[in-house]
């Protein structure tokens, strides 16, 4: 039950910053289909499996990143999230892998880097990994997670909570990727297209 | 044999120390000719003819200072139009305009003893033709060019047509350097890098054929192993502390590739390949007594206490003479700029014309690792002390009392280790004991120190001028949350192409326990009271940068 917690405090995170924006300005946040939520299913839409390819027009920059794109496999209900950072202007790829069983345990990730904001003054440290559980939500059409990374910065060490959302349009050929940092003041929002095979 | 002549660091001290003092009187008046360069730099396009130019220059400025060029306004430094009027109005420098290459060699093909043909369809060959033309006193052309030079009385020198057709570069330069690697300059060197394909912007060849440099675009990547071993076995005839100008070109390596070979070699960069006149500039000394003076806002007397704060203070990337310096909006917060130190000597009166430009919310400070672009985690141990005495003598001649420090040489922010060992650390805090503070990184790193009330601070922040504001502003409130203790010294490295009016506008979005305040201030609060662990480089960041050479 305890995705309903973390889809409660979602709900008040993203109420909450909605509230904080000025009139003339656009929701940060799309609107969530509460009515579709009542309960979570196990199940993880088949449709989430494949590769995903970031529509920067409609994304959170990523800057100095010059391409994201995400693959998510599924088998039997173990999760597989792997985000691919692409190219800065001096090059190089990173790749941050996740696996983890869906409504189970956390699960721990080696992290080779923090790849998220790279203005930042915040670099993986400790045991360069990150805690993450996953769980289903609107009938297993929104996968969400929540992890825990420590980031070294200037004052020292701290931990950084992140909660994510993927969530499946209603075609099944895109994926919204909205997230929450602890850090964070407003939310990241990634829109993720179906790669078409050549 | 390689001979190791007198080290360019004393005879830069000279010609620096020179140009500070032999004035006493008003400056001697001065005729010079002026041109303006047009906008294009393609092959097929005006950069025969603009190559021409340039390497008039190189030569028609042997002796004395004659010719001066206007690049187009999207040329990569901005200031040639505004210092045209600065050396009319304060150096006494009276100009006479020219319109073509015609009227240029009407004046100084005089001065060429020749030309040199480069070959149209081997864009290398005309790299190999600016080594020819400083050791030959020439002119390069390419075949279109011959009757013009020639109707000025020009005979050909050498002939590049043909040599080179179906050849790699590493077998370009491999030739060129057993031809003239014996004949050029020790002591500097060009890199003509910079953009690739069918264009080229030689905007420092007249440099480079004024002090007889070999000229080159040779790889740093490892990847092209050929290219870099010639390159190794080149830099390593190189005087010590030698120059090396322009700058890599974006096709074949990194930065920080190339930066990381220089270093190596304990050799500096000078750059970039676009870098205007300093044929002419070189030979323009500061005005009578002119002494730089610095806009410093710590005094020594008063004490400091930081209030529980955050603390910001900004930076513009990469030197003087790119950027926002001539945009609107400089003078309306604290900002630091980043001395290129070596224009002392390299271009005395053009460092006059910004120090006396700055408004008393423009402070300067000195770049970067030492006296000129360097690496200093890759720079020889042995080498790095004297390097770094000699960037303490640019800081006593221009007034700095901050420096910068930048390592790419284990990759970058995104993939690399910016932080700074505690041995290279040592070296900085015991070469420049004058110094206020250290400032380190380029994107955020976390090298952080505190000695005798002089702090070593890295950047927390790296404002890309395509940040979207409200992506910046949150970036910035985010760093507020990651680290909750006040005062919080927050460190902002913003670039050069972003303009003071944009981070204006960042800035006033925070809010009220921000505050802006200059760099030497911001030094001198964070060692009262600092903010940060004593860190140097880590096991926990791993040097998983890009290739690089070694």
Redesign the interface.
């Known amino acids: 039950m305890e995705h309903r917690f973390y889809r409660l405090t979602f709900l008040v995170l993203i109420a909450a910053l909605n509230t904080g924006c000025r009139s003339s300005e656009k929701a940060l946040v799309p609107p969530i289909d509460v009515v579709s939520e009542t309960s979570a299913s196990p199940v993880i839409s088949p449709h989430f499996a494949g590769n995903w390819l970031l529509d920067a027009q409609r994304s ?2 990523i ?3 010059r391409g994201l794109s995400l693959e998510l496999s599924i088998s039997e209900n173990l999760l597989t999230i792997q985000r691919k ?1 692409r190219g ?1 202007r ?3 790829t ?1 790749v941050d892998s996740s696996v983890v069983q869906v409504n189970g345990p956390p699960a721990s990730a080696v992290l ?2 923090w ?1 998220d ?10 045991d ?1 990994s990150k805690t993450i559980r996953a769980f289903t939500l609107d009938r297993g059409r929104t996968i969400g997670t929540e992890s825990f990374l420590t ?6 060490e ?1 931990q950084l909570r992140i909660y994510t959302e993927y969530r499946l349009s209603v075609d099944n050929d895109r994926i919204d990727l909205i997230e929450l ?1 602890s ?4 939310p990241t929002h990634y829109v993720f297209r179906r790669e078409v095979s050549q | 044999m390689k001979i190791k002549c007198l080290t360019l660091i004393v005879l830069f001290s000279f010609l620096y120390e020179g140009a500070m003092f032999a004035q006493t009187s008003e400056p001697a008046g001065r005729e010079a000719s002026m041109m303006r360069l047009s906008s294009n730099w393609s092959m097929d396009g005006d950069l025969p003819t603009q190559s021409l130019l340039i390497s008039l220059q190189g030569v028609a400025n042997q002796g004395s200072p004659n010719l001066y060029f206007i690049y187009p306004p999207a040329w990569t430094f901005t200031f040639t139009e505004a210092v045209y009027g600065y050396y009319q109005d304060t150096h006494n420098i009276a100009f006479t305009e020219l319109s073509s290459a015609d009227d240029a060699l009407s004046l100084y093909s005089g001065a060429a003893d020749g030309y040199v043909v480069w070959d149209d369809s081997v864009r290398t060959s005309l790299i190999i033709a600016f080594t020819v033309a400083g050791l030959e006193n020439a002119v390069v052309v390419n075949e279109d060019l011959i009757p013009l030079v020639e109707s000025h009385g020009l005979k050909m020198v050498d002939d590049l047509r043909g040599r080179y057709r179906g050849m790699t570069d590493f077998q370009i330069y491999k030739d060129a350097w057993d031809r003239y690697g014996d004949l050029v300059s020790k002591d500097f060197i060009v890199w003509m890098g910079g953009v690739h394909g069918r264009r080229m912007e030689p905007g420092v060849a007249d440099f480079g054929i004024y002090q007889k440099a070999f000229f080159t675009d040779l790889s740093a990547n490892a990847r092209d192993t050929l290219e870099v071993n010639l390159a190794d076995e080149i830099l390593d005839e190189m005087n010590d502390g030698g120059i090396v100008l322009g700058w890599h070109s974006y096709k074949k390596d ?3 590739q190339h930066v990381t070979l220089v270093s190596q070699h304990g050799l500096r960069m000078e750059g970039l390949n676009s870098l205007p006149n300093t044929s002419f500039n070189i030979q323009i000394p500061t005005t009578p007594g002119y002494t730089f003076t610095n806009n410093h806002n710590v005094v020594d007397e008063r004490t400091y206490v930081p209030a529980a704060k955050v603390y910001v203070s900004a930076v513009q990337t990469d030197g003087l003479g790119l950027g926002a310096w001539l945009k609107p909006g400089r003078g309306k917060m604290p900002y630091a700029w980043e001395v290129t130190m070596n224009w002392a000597w390299m271009s005395p009166a053009l460092l006059q014309f910004f120090y006396e430009q700055a408004t008393p919310n423009d402070y300067f400070i000195g770049v970067l690792s030492g006296p000129g672009y360097m690496y200093p985690k890759a720079i020889p141990d042995d080498k790095r002390p004297l390097l770094i005495d000699e960037a303490r003598k640019l800081m006593d001649t221009l007034d700095l009392k901050v420096f910068e420090i930048m390592d ?1 040489s284990e ?5 690399g280790n910016l932080d700074l060992t505690e041995e290279v650390v040592d070296d900085y805090y015991e070469g420049m004991p004058e110094a206020l503070g250290f400032i380190n990184g380029y ?4 090298t ?1 120190d505190l000695r005798d009330g002089k702090p070593l601070i ?7 001028e ?3 504001v ?2 910046a502003v ?2 910035l ?3 507020a ?5 006040r005062p ?3 460190l902002l490295h913003v670039r050069q192409w972003s303009t003071i009016e944009h981070v204006i506008g960042i800035l006033d979005q925070l809010g009220p326990e921000f505050e802006v305040v200059p760099l030497d201030l911001f030094l001198k609060l964070a060692s009262e009271k600092p ?3 004593t860190r140097y480089a880590s096991p ?3 040097p ?3 290739l690089h050479a070694r």
Request: hydrophobic residues 20%.
């Open positions: 959170t920059a800057d100095p990143w950072w800065s001096e090059g190089g990173t080779e880097q790849p904001n790279r203005h930042l003054g915040a670099y993986i440290t400790g360069r980031v070294s910065v200037q004052q020292g701290k940092r850090t964070r003041p407003t | 990194t930065e920080g790419y990759g970058t922010r995104t993939l994107g955020p790193a976390n952080y890295s950047y927390d922040y790296y404002l890309g395509r940040r979207p409200e992506e949150a970036d409130e985010e760093l949350r990651m680290n909750t203790e919080y010294f927050l903010d940060f662990p926990d960041r791993l998983t940068g890009p």
